[in-house]
């Protein structure tokens, strides 16, 4: 099984504490929440449970319906629309105990980043994202790996490749084993800053600088080969 297939349940690692908003208010409350929270994702509910799910993406495309009226945006909102106006409907939810590959698959069949945590009668308990995903793939519960394998502690780690590159400029590498040490050390520091880069981009809503970045990091890791010139992508059994 590869990190996700062991991870915990979505119960175990969605957000609890999120804020939500009522089907029946006034929907300049949306924006006043988007602007006064570092939220991208807010779940409707009529009574306790969930109806709908709004992301600030959906806020961002306000802007061009908005009329020019010189009215503050929220109270033109709270005038003329209901959330229920601007809320995704219908919602697809999930629930806690089921696993982290039912809401990739869930997130990457609707095209959501978001999927609100429910009971059996649908009421809210909290929130999972694609960072939420990519944190749990990249630091899976103690424990994990297959049968007989171990993770060397990062103090060990760092000792190896301090020996690996000592063996290397002292020309004692005669099979070249230190060599491919520090290669596969330097591609794993280019492939976290494209995973860093990724849950960069998804949590900040897809921002174009972030977007660079990460195409950026993507090129480096693709095309750095053995000796730091540029590589054919590496093929790995």
């Not at 039912?102 to 960072?131: C, K, N, S, W, Y």
């Not at 600088?209 to 540029?230: C, D, F, M, N, Y």
Request: net charge negative; charged share 20%.
């Amino acid at each position: 099984m590869d990190a996700m297939e062991k991870a915990k349940s979505v119960g175990q690692v969605m957000t609890r504490a999120v804020l939500s908003i009522g089907a029946d208010e006034p929907a300049g409350a949306v924006l006043r929440l988007f602007s006064g929270y570092p939220i991208h994702h807010l779940p409707v509910l009529s009574g306790d449970k969930v109806v709908g799910m709004l992301s600030s993406a959906d806020v961002m495309k306000l802007d061009a319906f908005m009329p020019k009226t010189g009215m503050p945006p929220d109270r033109y909102l709270d005038a003329h629309m209901k959330v229920t106006t601007l809320m995704s409907t219908p919602v697809i939810t999930i629930q806690a105990e089921q696993s982290l590959i039912d809401a990739a698959t869930l997130m990457a069949r609707h095209g959501f980043h978001a999927l609100p945590v429910v009971d059996a009668q649908e009421r809210l308990l909290g929130v999972i994202t694609t960072t939420d995903i990519m944190h749990a793939t990249l630091h899976p519960a103690p424990g994990g790996g297959e049968a007989g394998e171990r993770s060397p502690t990062g103090a060990a780690f760092e000792q190896a490749i301090n020996a690996a590159r000592s063996a290397v400029d002292g020309g004692q590498d005669p099979q070249g084993i230190a060599e491919a040490l520090l290669y596969v050390h330097k591609r794993l520091v280019l492939l976290e800053r494209v995973l860093s880069g990724a849950e960069r981009y998804l949590n900040y809503g897809q921002d174009h600088s972030a977007l660079l970045a990460l195409q950026k990091a993507i090129t480096q890791a693709r095309h750095w080969g053995p000796g730091g010139e540029v590589h054919a992508p590496l093929s790995l059994p």
